[in-house]
């Protein structure tokens, strides 16, 4: 058969996750959200060309922040209104990570300890740019939560777009040039004791919940061994400057933003029982190979990094927090004599979007040309 999609997998191979599986409400949504993506379950727009007269059906996507078949046009958007939050200065990316010994425990507390990790790292970042020694300024950086590896495996982590400057106490603009002004050493120190600070008062708040192979950690010795051999790790945060001015920055964040665990192009094969997809060797130079897992497992660690209901991965923090950001930007601006940057596709509809990024024009007829007018309004098919 041809490559495999996320959703062709799915529909082989859910039944038998189910039969091992037993997954959360929000997980079974987001498994039946992908199977039942642009087959007419969602309902379909129907035109009819005032030519020739034919009848075309467009199918309704699912929209599921998951799916691999309907972030393309989300994430351009999101891009796109971000390009007016952009300054002609350095930025640099930095990766908050934790010791993997914490995953059982962070898998059983998803919503408590992903918001344990923005705080520690915002926190983190917001005390050391304020301090004279480093930089003295309020910054802004913006944080992308993921969840997996590679291989699907279960690796939290933060991806942070920090810009490289920002402003002091009186208002004035200050960097330190191209080279990134917090010490990594220093951040590892000041991230790990503030996030395991968190973890003992959650723990000892009783806040706490400890399912599968968290199950031990309920024992306060326990969990105290495991705080203890946490804080003797060196937790490796991982910087590097990644761009200067817009369209560099654009570029870049369009990796990150609404990327989602394992996407239809990594997949190389399936077959009655097995999946294969490409995953990037990081002990081999980041050489790329291939995996190969059962049908269910597959399906199992997909469904991993379905984030909680509601739980919002992408947040603003300092200078370009929603509050602040109109204000504080024009004043960077005007500090370091740089432009404003327009969105290219800011009142634009979606078919608008569609023609103008990749020359797709749902609205002429694929047999003739002429102009598609809609025929009837949208309506849940029954196949």
């Keep these: 058969m041809d490559k495999p999609t996320v959703q062709d997998i799915f529909l082989r191979f859910y039944p038998r996750y189910l039969e091992q599986y037993h997954p959360s409400p929000q997980q079974a949504k987001t498994a039946n959200n992908i199977i039942n993506c642009k087959t007419g379950a969602y309902g379909a727009n129907v035109s009819v060309c005032e030519d020739c007269r034919s009848i075309q059906i467009h199918y309704n996507s699912c929209r599921n922040r998951c799916c691999p078949m309907c972030q393309a046009l989300p994430k351009e958007k999101w891009i796109d209104l971000r390009r007016e939050d952009v300054l002609d200065a350095p930025y640099f990316h930095v990766v908050f990570t934790m010791p993997e010994e914490l995953n059982p425990v962070i898998y059983s507390n998803q919503s408590l300890l992903y918001n344990a990790l923005y705080h520690a790292a915002s926190d983190t970042l917001e005390e050391l740019s304020a301090d004279e020694k480093y930089l003295g300024a309020k910054i802004g950086y913006l944080f992308i939560?993921?969840?997996?590896?590679?291989?699907?495996?279960?690796?939290?982590?933060?991806?942070?777009?920090?810009?490289?400057?920002?402003?002091?106490g009186k208002k004035q603009w200050r960097d330190?040039?191209?080279?990134?002004?917090?010490?990594?050493?220093?951040?590892?120190?000041?991230?790990?004791?503030?996030?395991?600070?968190?973890?003992k008062g959650l723990w000892k708040d009783g806040k706490l919940e400890f399912h599968g192979s968290a199950g031990k950690y309920q024992n306060r010795y326990a969990f105290q061994e495991l705080m203890d051999t946490c804080y003797r790790k060196e937790w490796?945060?991982?910087?590097?400057?990644?761009?200067?001015?817009?369209?560099?920055?654009?570029?870049?964040?369009?990796?990150?933003?609404?990327?989602?665990?394992?996407?239809?192009?990594?997949l190389v094969s399936m077959t009655?029982?097995?999946?294969?997809?490409?995953?990037?060797?990081?002990?081999?130079?980041?050489?790329?190979?291939?995996?190969?897992?059962?049908?269910?497992?597959f399906i199992r660690r997909f469904l991993m990094h379905v984030p909680p209901k509601r739980f919002?991965?992408?947040?603003?923090?300092?200078?370009?927090?929603?509050?602040?950001?109109?204000?504080?930007?024009?004043?960077?601006?005007?500090?370091?004599?740089?432009?404003?940057?327009?969105?290219?596709?800011?009142?634009?509809?979606?078919?608008?979007?569609?023609?103008?990024?990749?020359?797709?024009?749902v609205c002429s007829c694929r047999s003739c040309g002429g102009r598609l007018v809609a025929s009837a309004p949208k309506y849940p098919l029954r196949i």
Aim: overall charge positive.
């Design 272 to 297: 009655e029982n097995t999946v294969t997809f490409s995953v990037k060797d990081y002990r081999d130079e980041g050489k790329w190979k291939t995996l190969t897992l059962q049908g269910a497992e």
């Design 176 to 199: 330190r040039g191209e080279e990134f002004f917090l010490p990594v050493r220093v951040i590892s120190k000041v991230f790990r004791g503030k996030y395991m600070e968190t973890m």
């Design 236 to 266: 490796a945060p991982y910087c590097k400057k990644t761009f200067n001015g817009s369209g560099d920055v654009i570029s870049y964040l369009g990796k990150y933003t609404h990327r989602i665990a394992i996407s239809n192009h990594r």
């Design 312 to 361: 919002v991965r992408i947040r603003h923090y300092g200078l370009l927090s929603v509050r602040t950001k109109a204000k504080e930007l024009a004043l960077c601006r005007n500090l370091l004599g740089c432009r404003k940057y327009l969105s290219e596709l800011r009142g634009m509809k979606s078919t608008e979007v569609l023609k103008h990024l990749w020359g797709i024009d």
């Design 145 to 168: 939560l993921h969840t997996w590896g590679s291989e699907m495996n279960y690796h939290p982590h933060i991806h942070a777009i920090v810009l490289g400057g920002g402003l002091d």
